[in-house]
Nanobody
Framework: QVQLVESGGGLVQPGGSLRLSCAASGSFFSTRVMNWYRQAPGKQREFVAGITSGGGTTNFADSVKGRFAISRDNAKNTVYLQMSSLKPEDTAVYYC?????????WGQGTQVTVSS
């Protein structure tokens, strides 16, 4: 079974930084693209960042380019989202995602609140 567990969210002031982690169970991890999504109150879930299985290619939503970085440690079955220069509009629940076949798997999410 695929299980994804996010951690690292919290309250941070504008301009601050946070690092989110997503720990995955299962032997699939090192062969899959891993993604981060987020969902703000009253809005649809949106793509934030993705990283290929070997970590060689990343891509980001325009809204976070230059501020966020994504990385992974396949030995630890963990993907990270380093968030810097945070803005109030980054406030959302952040979700880890992996697709296996035609099925999308999601973690429970971790809340990030950017506020002074």
């Amino acid at each position: 079974q695929v299980q994804l567990v996010e951690s690292g969210g919290g309250l941070v002031q504008p301009g601050g930084s946070l690092r989110l982690s997503c720990a995955a169970s299962g032997s699939f991890f090192s062969t899959r693209v891993m993604n981060w999504y987020r969902q703000a109150p009253g809005k649809q879930r949106e793509f934030v960042a993705g990283i290929t299985s070997g970590g060689g290619t990343t891509n980001f939503a325009d809204s976070v380019k230059g501020r966020f970085a994504i990385s992974r440690d396949n030995a630890k079955n963990t993907v990270y989202l380093q968030m810097s220069s945070l803005k109030p509009e980054d406030t959302a629940v952040y979700y880890c995602n992996v697709r296996s076949g035609f099925v999308d798997y999601w973690g429970q999410g971790t809340q990030v609140t950017v506020s002074s």
